[in-house]
């Protein structure tokens, strides 16, 4: 169907025509405005989302045959009794589940049914205590009316390749008055309803959109909203997202009877799992946050093990070593006295399977000699612009200063087997900021990364944007910084 663009008659004479009416037509409208309007993402132009930029109408007028006319369709007016029979239902007032065959007894009498349901429980490994309380979660009918919402919402919002959203506004006038109003919801695609009538009432019936394609003279078929068992499974993978934080800080309780071999010398402050690579852990881990007498109130050891062949990896090299680990971090002068007067800042020791750094920080530190090649390539080249007199197009000192974080790290270009032998560790405190270090075989720190405007006494700002930084700031066991060698 396609709307007519140039009605022969404007609105107000429509309204002013004196139309006869028989039979069923009597308690029947004078006419239907039907107007879809088309909205544009603002991304196409300045104009703000929400302008119309394109309005089309179809006009039905009632005719004393019993039926309704407009420049190119003839309807029979059964058809209008229906939409209003639709609008005047108090059971459309309602969206309970009931109306989408979701028996809520038959949910709370069967969770486990529920849970075999979902497509995403499938994808994953269960222990007990996620499987308890994934049944537990599933008696909560709260979820399924949320869930129903969302699902009916869908089709809500412009995306990346679909960039209109359209309504429908479908106006009653009897003796020329406006006598009600029903306004879709705007739609990128999905069911149009709730419709909201002149009274601001929701209604939701999908009986009134079939009856827009028969008013419309469409040839699409729209399907309804799913119901019973289709829903259902929706309904169960909802449940399982809107608690996948939750049950990703049970996973590491598959490995609870190895996790316990640290009891003896640890308090297990707390454990659950890491996904995917990035910030300080690099491959997906368990961390655990472990506490022994020898730590610092506000110092924790943070073990972050991988799996390994069905466990995870072997506790025997942080329990053997862990006391010396702690103590070098402890000795370090200007932290152990920081720590004493600032209880709010909190200290994690990290601990790699059997490492004190990662491959990760140790790139964020220094970088590779291949990288470091690319880095004094860049450096040639704008010694190239200096030699033939010409003024880069863009600011040099920034460009080097990119290139080398991105090939160097800090650039102190240390050997390898020197920072394996560096102790990584972290300091958060309760505004926000946190920061990573590198305790150095020499004793030295090196701050190479934070978040924020201060770390401990010192103010970073200077170094640029304060959400992510890289000082590379070295520091002497009474923390004071060590000046930069001239080449680096």
Not at 253 to 266: A, G, R, S, V
Request: aromatic letters at 14%; a positive charge.
């Amino acid at each position: 169907m396609t709307f007519n663009y140039k009605a022969k008659y404007t609105i107000t004479a429509l309204l002013m025509l004196v139309l006869p009416t028989i039979g069923i037509s009597q308690n029947l409208p004078d006419s239907i405005v039907i107007t879809k309007n088309t909205y544009f993402d603002r991304r196409l132009n300045d104009t703000v989302d929400g302008d119309i930029f394109q309005k089309a109408q179809i006009i039905y007028l009632k005719k004393g045959s019993g039926t309704y006319i407009s420049d190119h369709y003839i309807i029979n007016d059964y058809l209008i009794a229906d939409l209003l029979k639709e609008i005047n239902d108090a059971d459309n007032l309602r969206n309970s589940l009931e109306q989408y065959d979701i028996d809520t007894n038959w949910i709370k009498k069967n969770p486990d049914k529920m849970f075999r349901l979902s497509k995403k429980a499938k994808d994953m490994r269960w222990n007990k205590q996620q499987k308890a309380l994934i049944l537990k979660e599933f008696l909560n009918t709260h979820y399924y009316e949320t869930a129903l919402n969302e699902y009916l919402n869908n089709g809500c919002c412009y995306s990346m390749h679909q960039l209109h959203k359209y309504q429908y506004i479908i106006k009653i006038y009897t003796r020329g008055a406006l006598i009600n109003e029903l306004a879709s919801r705007r739609f990128v695609w999905g069911v149009r309803y709730p419709w909201t009538d002149a009274a601001n009432r929701k209604l939701y019936s999908f009986k009134i959109e079939k009856i827009l394609e028969e008013l419309l003279h469409s040839e699409r078929e729209i399907n309804p909203p799913a119901k019973n068992r289709r829903l259902l499974k929706r309904f169960a993978d909802y449940v399982v997202d809107i608690n996948w934080e939750k049950l990703h800080q049970l996973w590491p309780y598959t490995y609870e009877k190895q996790i316990n071999e640290l009891k003896p010398l640890f308090k297990i402050v707390s454990f659950s799992e890491i996904s995917g690579y990035g910030g300080y852990h690099g491959d997906p881990v368990i961390q655990i946050r472990l506490k022994a007498p020898e730590m610092l109130p506000n110092v924790t050891l943070e073990f972050l093990a991988t799996e390994d062949k069905g466990t995870i990896y072997s506790r025997d090299s942080v329990i053997n070593s862990y006391k010396s680990v702690v103590n070098r971090v402890q000795s370090v002068k200007f932290i152990r006295e920081f720590l004493a007067t600032h209880p709010d800042q909190n200290l994690d020791i990290l601990y790699f399977n059997n490492h004190t750094i990662n491959q990760y920080n140790i790139n964020s530190v220094n970088g590779n000699p291949d990288d470091w090649k690319k880095y004094d390539a860049d450096v040639k080249s704008m010694d190239w612009y200096k030699q033939n007199k010409i003024e880069p197009s863009f600011d040099t000192v920034k460009a080097l200063k990119t290139s080398a974080q991105i090939y160097c790290g800090c650039n102190y270009r240390f050997r390898k087997e020197y920072l394996e032998k560096a102790i990584c560790f972290i300091i958060d405190d309760k505004a926000g900021n946190h920061s990573r270090w590198a305790l150095l075989p020499d004793d030295t720190l090196l701050l190479y990364f934070m978040q924020g405007e201060k770390v401990l006494d010192y103010n970073y700002k200077e170094f640029g944007d304060a959400h992510l930084q890289y000082p590379c700031v070295r520091f002497d066991d009474k923390g004071k910084i060590i000046p930069r060698p001239n080449h680096k």
